[in-house]
């Protein structure tokens, strides 16, 4: 059994998963519970699923980028565990579980497909990557500088999803090149994380507990 942790957006919720199967997800839709609710959430399951810590094979949490207080929220409880528990630490980049998580979501996407993840950075920034609809990545996670948006640079990809809290600021600079569509529904949750997650422990990817940290791709602010 897995305990998968996400706090990069403004939800935040975890997961109880084994394999491909969801047993558990609990959550909340405010940035500010983050703190008081995850290890609240991990007890709740743990009682819930009649599981003992020892049962635990590791921890996942979406380690970046995303809000710097809610990545530093979800790394902390997830090394507090770690510690106590003597499990290992997965750390997940929040694009590629989006990725992961809308072909969870969407198995009968066009194979011809794009995605683009987009999370809120600062005012006239977003960070954003690129994927296939088999999850190859094209590009890798960055910042966009969204006054100095190029458009012809993503003229090859299409047609293009675009979905996550930063796409309804991205969305108008890429609608002009046609085949482009923006998805409001997609919210980030841990339940995503557990094809990724599950890939990493079967291949012993784990963080080392004294010096992890969070992909925060900028110099830290409060966020």
């Not at 959430?41 to 094979?57: F, N």
């Not at 290992?88 to 995605?115: D, E, K, W």
């Not at 012809?152 to 085949?179: C, D, I, N, S, T």
């Amino acid at each position: 059994m897995l305990i998968l942790i996400d706090t990069a957006t403004t939800a935040g919720s975890v997961c109880f998963s084994e394999g491909d199967r969801v047993y558990a997800v609990y959550g909340h839709t405010q940035a500010e519970d983050h703190a008081a609710k995850i290890i609240g959430y991990v007890q709740r399951g743990l009682q819930e699923l009649r599981i003992q810590p020892s049962q635990i094979q590791a921890i996942a949490v979406t380690a970046g980028p995303g809000s710097y207080t809610g990545l530093r929220v979800g790394l902390a409880t997830a090394k507090g565990l770690c510690y106590a528990w003597n499990c290992p630490l997965v750390l997940l980049p929040t694009l590629r579980v989006m990725a992961a998580g809308y072909l969870l979501q969407h198995p009968s996407l066009a194979s011809n497909s794009f995605l683009l993840p987009v999370l809120l950075s600062r005012r006239s920034e977003v960070y954003a990557a690129l994927y296939k609809a088999d999850g190859t990545e094209l590009i890798s996670a960055h910042p966009i500088v969204l006054d100095a948006f190029n458009l012809a640079e993503w003229q090859a990809y299409k047609p293009l999803v675009v979905f996550g809290e930063g796409a309804e600021r991205l969305y108008p600079h890429l609608q002009p090149m046609g085949m482009v569509e923006i998805d409001y529904a997609y919210q980030l949750s841990a339940a995503d994380m557990r094809k990724l997650a599950w890939e990493a422990v079967a291949e012993h990817r784990f963080a080392d507990l004294a010096y992890a940290e969070p992909f925060y791709l900028k110099p830290t602010y409060a966020g």
